[in-house]
């Protein structure tokens, strides 16, 4: 009760405090195949369609070999013809170290991710007719400490404050609660393009309480393509002894196919596989035909589906609930229209999962609630969010001690009294880690700090009070105290993996010095596609009165030549004379 109280005070500052700054607050999905954007609108939470009219934005972001930046849509258009400098489910590789190196620059996950949510936040501000700087953005509820610090940053690069992460099915239930005052219990089953998360909910009277989460963040949409890609390169090995593996637009165009497929067998119980020209063999060009049943589909990615099935009851044993007294269950992500998802959930639980809600949309509408609450436009709902994996430190012989469980509700603080090992020790080092292994390795390391300056006193005297808190977003700050010396050491955690504030200053310039230069590339783009309109009138009037030619020739071939020298200020001088010669004819 006390607990509650302070969160509900704490809500309330917050507002206070938001409403004084902020402007238009957005809600984003920013999903591993499609994102979405809402924001609330008189009092309702909408969708913000794309700049191409649709209602999510395929999250892919392109080079094209002109230097020019594709994202969403046109970037998914040419993804074939362009395949190895198309980058699709960057979600994935959020919180590592990768890069995707694109001529001599390599980008982060975060840089990429950032282009695909300059884009959302574009298309947002032209739908509103207002700039938009605050954001509520979207994870799923698995995602470890280094995944939110790399989604935070991500929207730092994009230039976007980012208000507030929330966990995906968490916001997918705001969405299907805010009407809803009868107490009840969910789940939340999430299976997108590229993570798994399921969550067991309890709404009441308003307040929306996370009991239990688990999930994959290594398990979606791509993995079912992956293996009907398989079975179609098997299948061409088979019936035309052809070897795709170095042709990346063969590649490309088989994954396109694949997921073709298998969205198709949601609907249907069998599907054709066409790839006409997609290799050659010694008889010419060969021409890939295949059946594709619902039932070989399943057995391919059965596994699949049964690996779902651990965190189910994983989270259901966390919630500390039977069964049958869960509710509702709501489905989100696009993979569960996929028949066999549904009758495994359908198989565990009992009951019909719930189709009134868009799993495509849900996620992003629920964000859009939650910016509300913060803005204090929202004001009958409350939520509580837990942390997903347990917290703790490594201790001597490969041991996690765990300070904070898993499923405990957040924002949270928590101290742990931890001592030296060896005589006479004057620093520690605390490793923290993230996970539920008991041994400490197995667990994912969020980063190293050592406390220097303890009293020097044998094995096991010192006592040094270890304090973890974690914020609204899930984001860890650690903080070691030896108690005799008050030496303190205090980080909000940068994993390895993560962007150090130097490389997101230097990225949030790359970014905002690619948008000056896209303006003014747009900007000579139209100036010269006026131009070019100009040259075709102005050659149809010479052709139509032969009298004006003497006059306009010269004109329009100085037109020409600036269009050649890319320069903007002669594209324009040569352009207007041509235009006032034009008016006298
Ligand atoms: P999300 O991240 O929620 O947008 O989910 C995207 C994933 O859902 C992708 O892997 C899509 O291929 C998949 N998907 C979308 N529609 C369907 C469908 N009708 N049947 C099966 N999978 C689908």
């Not at 509520?136 to 698995?142: E, F, N």
């Not at 968490?170 to 005052?181: C, E, F, H, I, K």
Request: proline share 3%; aromatic share 4%.
């Amino acid at each position: 009760m006390e607990y509650t109280q302070l969160i509900v005070m704490m809500l309330w500052l917050t507002k206070k405090k938001a409403r004084k700054h902020m402007q238009t607050l957005i809600g984003i999905d920013l999903g591993t195949t499609n994102s979405c954007v809402a924001t609330m609108k008189n009092g309702t939470s909408t969708i913000i369609p794309s700049s191409t009219g649709a209602r999510t934005t395929p999250s892919i972001v392109a080079f094209a070999k002109n230097g020019e930046r594709l994202v969403g849509q046109p970037a998914k258009n040419q993804a074939v013809i362009n395949s190895e400098r198309t980058i699709v489910s960057i979600k994935r590789k959020m919180g590592s170290d990768s890069k995707i190196k694109i001529d001599d620059k390599k980008y982060s996950p975060q840089e990429i991710s950032a282009m695909i949510l300059t884009q959302l936040k574009k298309d947002a501000e032209k739908v509103l007719g207002t700039e938009v700087k605050d954001a509520v953005i979207t994870v799923p509820a698995y995602f470890t400490d280094s995944q939110r610090q790399a989604t935070k940053d991500a929207g730092r690069i994009a230039g976007l404050n980012v208000v507030r992460i929330i966990n995906e099915p968490t916001a997918a239930a705001l969405a299907y609660g805010l009407d809803r005052q009868e107490d009840q219990k969910i789940m939340v089953y999430d299976l997108g393009g590229g993570t798994f998360d399921v969550s067991i909910l309890e709404i009441s009277k308003g307040v929306i309480e996370v009991l239990a989460t688990s999930g994959n963040n290594h398990l979606g949409g791509d993995d079912f393509d992956n293996e009907v890609i398989k079975y179609i390169v098997n299948e061409l090995k088979i019936k035309h002894n052809l070897n795709i593996s170095s042709d990346p637009q063969a590649k490309q165009r088989v994954r396109e196919a694949a997921e073709a497929a298998k969205i198709e067998l949601s609907k249907y119980n069998k599907t054709e596989i066409l790839l006409p020209f997609i290799g050659t063999d010694k008889y010419g060009p060969v021409n890939f035909e295949s059946t594709l049943t619902r039932d070989k589909f399943n057995e391919i990615t059965k596994h699949l589906v049964e690996m779902t099935k651990g965190p189910v009851m994983s989270a259901i044993k966390d919630a500390g609930i039977k069964i049958s007294e869960i509710d509702k269950v709501l489905m989100v992500g696009g993979s569960t229209r996929i028949p066999a998802v549904n009758d495994l959930v359908f198989g565990i639980t009992g009951k019909q999962p719930f189709k009134g809600i868009n799993p495509d949309e849900c996620v992003a509408l629920g964000a859009a609630i939650q910016s509300g609450v913060l803005a204090g436009t929202v004001t009958d709902i409350l939520l509580l969010d837990i942390t997903p994996l347990s917290l703790g430190i490594e201790t001597v012989g490969n041991h996690f001690a765990k300070v904070i469980s898993r499923n405990t509700t957040i924002p949270i603080k928590k101290s742990q009294i931890f001592t030296t090992n060896a005589p006479y020790q004057s620093s520690v080092i605390v490793h923290v880690l993230q996970g539920e292994k008991a041994e400490a390795n197995l667990n994912k390391s969020l980063g190293k700090f050592n406390l220097r300056g303890i009293r020097r006193a044998p094995a096991g005297v010192p006592q040094i009070e270890v304090t973890f808190t974690i914020d609204v977003n899930g984001i860890v700050n650690v903080q070691a105290k030896d108690l005799d010396t008050g030496k303190r050491q205090e980080i909000t955690l940068e994993a390895s993996t993560n962007l150090s504030e130097a490389e997101i200053q230097n990225a949030i310039h790359d970014e905002m010095d690619y948008e000056e230069k896209e303006a003014i590339r747009k900007q000579l783009y139209e100036k010269k596609e006026i131009a070019m309109k100009l040259v075709e009138q102005a050659k149809a009037k010479m052709k139509e009165n032969k009298s004006s030619r003497k006059q306009l020739k010269p004109l329009v071939s100085k037109v020409e030549k600036s269009l050649r020298s890319n320069d903007e200020a002669s594209i324009i001088l040569a352009t207007q004379e041509l235009e006032e010669s034009l008016r006298k004819f």
